[in-house]
């Protein structure tokens, strides 16, 4: 008889049917070999997505003028997963799936760590689960900042500082 448990696998001798239906229960060692060589997967997927993570706030940080923070914020003082000094601070995050939950408590914690001085972006990116390329992401914001950029494009227009491009 064989026997598989997360990813190692071993072989046992046969047992029959009285040992197992007995009350008093049967004991066997088995002495498991890992199935494939290498990490186990639950630690590859791990990896994969320390590594994902690390390649998505590179990019979303060159996107927007931001610094990275080294240790992706667990340091105290360099919270948040990028920052732009004295402009904006953000955090994002990934799914390979189709949704993402997102908490209030999220969304506070990188608005506390702009320390009010900061614009707090919050990153939810959509990847493809099997290439991990980028398929959408969304930016969220408190709706007063997006009033007071909104705001500011409207008096930078009517300055003729950025014309609106004709459509």
Known sequence: ????????AGDAPDICAGCLTDPNGVCVDVVMENLAPGPTPRKRAL??????????????CELLGARRQPGSG???????????????????KFTMGGSYRLE?????????????VEL?????EF???????????????????LVDLLQLKEQTNAAGK???PER
Request: hydrophobic share 35%; glycine share 10%.
């Open 127 to 145: 990847l493809d689960r099997g290439t991990r390329k980028l398929i959408d992401n969304y930016a969220i914001i408190r709706l007063g900042d």
């Open 104 to 116: 209030l408590e999220n969304l506070q914690k990188v608005a506390l760590e702009a320390e009010g």
């Open 47 to 60: 990896k994969n997505n320390q590594k994902t993570s690390k390649q998505r706030e590179q990019e979303l």
């Open 162 to 164: 950025h014309p609106r």
């Open 1 to 8: 008889m064989s026997v598989v448990v997360d990813g190692f």
């Open 74 to 92: 667990n340091q105290a003082g360099l919270k948040g997963d990028g920052r732009k000094k004295g402009v904006l601070r953000l955090e994002a």
């Open 120 to 124: 707090p972006v919050f990153v939810i």
